[in-house]
């Protein structure tokens, strides 16, 4: 067994030795679901003018922003935690002396989240098109792919940087919060960034969520403004520079974190 697979497993089988929560996580988001449907009921008609350029239907608009947003949690804070874990747990620097290279165990550590979010993500938006009337029409899945494959890049790099923080000084790191706080209230995840003031709406455009956003609608929303997409695009894959940042962050602490002998502290 490879040892991704192992990690896999491990944290499977402990997940699995809490059944009751894998069925309130499934019926929170489909509560989660519901309960935008019936917000987006109350529209009827009257589509608010600021979703005009994203076909009017808030349903729809709702449920890709919210479905990014819940990726987003898992995929930055699964390394931290599985760091955490490990030195509470007095595992890590046992897991660090394996043939595995050190930043492989952080990374494979987080991957049982990352997994999980990305099947709870499609789940929700299959459940919002064919049982709840999100109207999406996918023209490009190719693209669509490549969209959601720079989102994960961006957000595994805030992840790694992250668990480095934990190596480093012990404790979690309270940027990642502040990141996505700041994603929730301005990436346009529950409302266009349109009506936002015109400087939080310039400091939306430093947000990378709020690129993936935009893009994810324009590709699955029939009807939607594509006048930025290469905007978007260019700006997402920018962002992309913070996985290989990430990786390098991560070596980087648990080298001095051996240095400075202090792995095995927590």
Partial sequence: ?????????????????????????????????????????????ASPHGLAEYGGDYFSFVSLGMGLSLL??????????????????????????????????VFYSGLYPILVACVELAAMWGIAAFALGAEFHIADLPLVLLVLALTLAILVGIGLCSAAFAIA??????????????????????????VLPGWLERIAFLLPLTHAVELTRALFIEGASTSS??????????????????????QHSITWARRSGSLSQY
């Fill in 1 to 45: 067994m490879s040892p991704a697979m192992a990690f896999l497993w491990r944290d499977f089988r402990i997940a699995w030795s809490y059944r009751a929560s894998f069925l309130f996580q499934a019926g929170s988001l489909v509560f989660s679901l519901v309960s935008l449907r019936f917000v987006a009921d109350l529209f009827g008609q």
């Fill in 169 to 194: 000084f012990k404790q979690n790191e309270p940027l990642t919060n502040a990141f996505l706080a700041g994603s929730i209230l301005l990436s346009g995840i529950m409302y266009p960034t349109s």
């Fill in 72 to 105: 987003a949690y898992p995929v930055t804070k699964s390394f931290a935690q599985g760091v955490r874990a490990a030195q509470v747990t007095g595992t890590f620097e046992a897991m660090l002396t394996t043939r595995t290279s050190p930043v492989a165990v």
């Fill in 229 to 250: 997409v290469g905007v978007h695009f260019a700006a997402l894959a920018g962002f992309a520079v913070l996985l290989p940042v990430g990786f390098l962050v991560l």
